[in-house]
Nanobody, 125 residues
Framework: QVQLVESGGGLVQAGGSLRLSCAAS????????MGWFRQAPGKEREFVAA????????IYAESVKGRFIISKDNARNTVYLQMNSLKPEDTAVYYC??????????????????WGQGTRVTVSS
């Protein structure tokens, strides 16, 4: 089992920045690919970003490419999502996810086996 706990959400003005953290415990963290998803009110959960277990490869949704950065610190069992140039449409609950390392990074909900409880991000205009 892997337990994931997100933190770092909050209220920020458009154009601002936030850094989300996801602390993992349980199984060997450095053998898991990690992902971030988000769910806005009234919408389905969508992929945001993912990173390989060694941190050697990343992938982003088009809507956040160039603004968000995912990173992983295996020594601290933590994955981060640095969010810059935030827009009101980035408002959502952000979820951390994990799955055993695989050849390709997963970008769908069913690709991941473990989920955190979410942290809310609100971007005001």
């Amino acid at each position: 089992q892997v337990q994931l706990v997100e933190s770092g959400g909050g209220l920020v003005q458009a154009g601002g920045s936030l850094r989300l953290s996801c602390a993992a415990s349980g199984r060997t963290f450095n053998s898991f690919d990690m992902g971030w998803f988000r769910q806005a009110p009234g919408k389905e959960r969508e992929f945001v970003a993912a990173i390989k277990w060694l941190g050697t490869s990343t992938i982003y949704a088009e809507s956040v490419k160039g603004r968000f950065i995912i990173s992983k610190d295996n020594a601290r069992n933590t994955v981060y999502l640095q969010m810059n140039s935030l827009k009101p449409e980035d408002t959502a609950v952000y979820y951390c996810s994990a799955r055993r390392a695989s050849v390709q990074l997963g970008t769908t909900i069913r690709d991941y086996d473990y989920w955190g409880q979410g942290t809310r991000v609100t971007v005001s205009s």
